[in-house]
């Protein structure tokens, strides 16, 4: 499996072009790996989690061609990972060349927001499935099972457990400490490599819910490790962290570095 970091950021961006705090202010000076977008990722250039507003950057500075995405999956509908709007750019029209559609997947209310959002230009250039947690769908060669995230207790947010070619990716944000029945499901499974919400910093508790910061991190990589999950080849990248943090790229990875976890940054591309 190919998976190609779009974005490492919060809904904010690191750094907030708003902000004026000492973190946004070192970022922008030190630049690199500290200058963070909107979180997504592309599994094997075809798979895209989330379409945020920086996509279409994104696309630019990474030269990917969007044409050829052939599976967008939805983790929830919060702005910083759900602009359906912009997926007006790929109807008739607006982009030529493409023969396939774009197969849409999200719960209900994703759903709901992408139909209304393209109306009825969106003719043959899209696809829309409904998901629902713990039901696994096809997508494309890969398997893909919703798991519940602990996120917003308004809306169904999603994680996804996705297995292709024997191997397994947990995608893990926008979530706090797993729900219960997440967990249940996850006990016999095996994971080899998870990418986590590390929003937060250090917080005090290693079981924080909404967004995990470092503790929650660790003791989710102390569980797996426990519970056989994560063996001992499975690998750990954090990623979507906001400027509240007040942690820069580097410190981040000094943190990490003695667990062996990995630091994600916007552009990294990592195959498993």
């Known amino acids: 499996m190919k998976i190609h970091f779009l974005g490492t950021a919060a809904a904010e961006g690191f750094p907030n072009p708003f902000c004026r705090c000492d973190a946004c202010r070192e970022a922008w000076r030190l630049g690199g790996k500290n200058i963070r977008t909107r979180s997504s990722v592309i599994i094997d ?8 507003a920086d996509s279409h950057m994104q696309a630019l500075r990474d030269r990917i061609d969007l044409g050829a995405l052939e599976h967008l999956l ?6 910083d990972h759900f602009i359906p709007q912009d997926l007006y750019n790929r109807v008739e029209g607006m982009a030529n060349g493409i023969e396939h ?16 959002a393209l109306g009825p230009d969106a003719g043959d250039r899209f696809a829309a499935h409904l ?15 919703p798991l519940p995230a602990n996120h917003d207790p308004m809306e169904t947010c999603l994680l996804f457990y996705i297995e292709q070619d024997g191997k397994r990716l947990f995608y893990g944000h926008d979530t706090g400490w797993l729900p219960d029945d997440t ?10 490599m998870a990418i986590l919400d590390c929003t937060h910093a250090y917080t005090g508790n290693n079981r924080n819910p909404n967004h995990m910061g470092i503790e929650t991190v660790l003791e989710v990589q102390r569980v797996w490790r426990e519970d056989g999950i994560l063996g001992d080849g499975g690998q750990i990248y954090t990623t979507h962290f906001t400027h509240n943090a007040l942690l820069l790229h580097e410190q981040f ?13 916007d552009g990294l591309i990592v195959e498993f």
């Open 101 to 116: 559609p774009l197969h849409v997947y999200g719960h209900d209310a994703a759903i709901q927001q992408c139909r209304a």
């Open 45 to 52: 250039d075809v798979i895209k989690i989330d379409y945020s």
């Open 131 to 145: 998901l629902q947690p713990f039901k696994t769908v096809d997508v494309g060669g890969a398997r893909v099972t």
């Open 253 to 265: 990875e000094q943190i990490f570095e003695p667990h062996g976890i990995k630091v994600a940054y």
């Open 74 to 79: 939805f983790t929830h509908t919060h702005y």
């Open 183 to 192: 967990w249940a499901w996850l006990k016999d499974k095996t994971i080899d």
